[in-house]
């Protein structure tokens, strides 16, 4: 750091190490008097604090001290433990010429000549947003992580529970389980691969008809436009799917030859705001009668889409009938990791 001398004389160390702290540019750097007025500003400073050596020079360094860390005191509590300790340690936020703050830590150093003498301070800043925010972003996943493993045990936990209590057997209950749970998962595989963000519509329903061996089938029509689906959308969506065709195999339209499903949805805009209607409709199966008692299934089917808007479960003769009504926003993505890639 350059050092007025009584000659005003520059030596060649001097201007060595002039020529280090101006290259130092990923650093502010910058001395003080005992007043607290900059003496000098490096590059560094200029290019994270904005403010030109010429500009800040003779100035007080309080200048990039947010206000209410100027109404504490902090810049002088800084030089007095700088002159108390040797140094006075930071890290909070910073202002930029602009108005815009940043996150840096910082040390406040007593400058002193060669006969020990305290002549000034320094004060060296690194800008430290894009870390603070990276850590900001890991305790945001690691909550979220911790959110979706409490979310996904409970349904697995209900999921066991359930297939257990309404099995005629164990080989009932295992193969009942087992399904739900492939089920599941795939939803799961499928979250996975856009990073837990979205899932669409579309391939939640191929995923259903994988998991029953009925990928490619002409007797599953399947039409609409492409919906994201938010995380709980799709895992909720991937499970009533999952139940509409196993029933549809055991006593609905794929339980003979002739029998057709058609799942059909669209968007309809209203006002200010858009739905999902979709329509689940099963022809050419048995003659169908409304049940005389549901099981874990059909409340499964009810109580899940209920969560996100209206549902209508027809039992016509011809076939099963289920209507969804639902606000987009209420199925899409919702969370403060949206932004995170």
């Not at 050092?3 to 990923?26: H, N, P, W, Y």
């Not at 947003?129 to 945001?140: G, K, M, P, V």
């Not at 007797?219 to 909720?236: H, Y």
Request: hydrophobic share 40%; charged share 25%.
């Amino acid at each position: 750091m350059k050092i007025e001398t009584g000659t005003e004389k520059i030596s060649s160390r001097e201007r060595f190490l002039e020529a280090i702290v101006q290259s130092a540019i990923d650093y502010a750097i910058i001395s003080m008097d005992l007043d607290g007025l900059v003496t000098s500003w490096n590059e560094g400073a200029r290019r994270i604090l904005g403010w030109s050596a010429d500009e800040m020079v003779g100035k007080p360094a309080t200048a990039f001290f947010i206000q209410e860390d100027r109404e504490k005191g902090l810049p002088q509590r800084e030089m007095t433990s700088a002159l108390s300790a040797g140094r006075g340690s930071d890290e909070r936020w910073h202002l930029r010429k602009d108005g815009t703050t940043f996150w840096a830590s910082g040390e406040m150093m007593a400058l002193r000549a060669e006969d020990d003498v305290v002549i000034g301070f320094i004060k060296i800043l690194r800008d430290r947003t894009q870390e603070r925010d990276q850590a900001d972003r890991q305790r945001l996943l690691m909550h979220e992580l911790g959110h979706r493993m409490k979310n996904t045990l409970s349904v697995v936990q209900s999921i066991a529970t359930q297939s257990l209590r309404n099995a005629t057997s164990l080989d009932d209950a295992s193969e009942k389980l087992q399904a739900r749970i492939a089920a599941y998962s795939k939803a799961h595989d499928i979250l996975l691969q856009k990073n837990w963000v979205s899932a669409t519509l579309g391939n939640i329903v191929e995923a259903a008809r994988v998991n029953i061996g009925m990928e490619g089938s002409g007797r599953i029509q399947v039409e609409g436009p492409d919906v994201e689906l938010g995380p709980q959308a799709a895992l909720s969506f991937s499970l009533v799917l999952h139940e509409l065709l196993t029933n549809a195999c055991k006593y609905g339209a794929l339980s003979n030859e002739e029998g057709m499903i058609h799942l059909s949805w669209t968007i309809e805009h209203r006002r200010t705001e858009d739905f999902l209607v979709a329509k689940w409709r099963e022809t050419g199966g048995p003659a169908v009668a409304r049940p005389t008692r549901k099981g874990f299934g059909s409340r499964l089917i009810v109580s899940s889409l209920t969560a996100y808007g209206e549902v209508d479960v027809l039992y016509e003769p011809p076939g099963f009938v289920l209507m969804l009504d639902v606000p987009l926003s209420k199925i899409q993505f919702r969370s403060d990791l949206a932004q995170i890639e």
